[in-house]
C-alpha cells in the first residue's frame, strides 16, 4: 500500500519564528557541534551561556525579499 502525501499548501510558508525553547535547543546543538562533541554525548542539559543569551533576545520580525534585488545574473543582498 503507497502511504499519501499531504497535498502542499498554497504558499506554504518559507520561515517561521522559533519559540525561545527552540532557539535554545537549535544553539545547544550547534555549540556541542561547534566544540566537537559525539553526537552520542550531546545534551540538551549542556549549560550555555551562548544558547541563554540568544534566547533572551526577542528576534526582529523581516521580510528578506525586502533586502534582495535581483541583478542581471544572481540575486544581491544589503551589504
Known amino acids: 500500500m503507497a502511504l499519501q502525501q499531504a497535498a502542499p499548501a498554497a504558499h506554504p510558508r ?5 519559540s525561545p525553547a527552540h532557539l535554545r535547543f ?3 546543538l550547534w555549540e556541542q557541534a561547534l566544540l566537537g562533541i ?8 549542556y549549560g550555555s551561556d551562548l544558547a541563554d543569551l ?3 533576545i526577542e528576534p526582529e520580525l523581516v521580510q528578506v525579499w ?5 541583478g ?3 540575486v544581491d543582498a544589503d551589504g
Open 14 to 18: 518559507l520561515s517561521s519564528q522559533l
Open 26 to 28: 537549535a544553539v545547544l
Open 38 to 45: 559525539k553526537p552520542d554525548d550531546m545534551s540538551v542539559a
Open 54 to 56: 540568544f534566547a533572551s
Open 66 to 70: 525586502g533586502h534582495i534585488r535581483r
Open 72 to 74: 542581471p545574473h544572481a
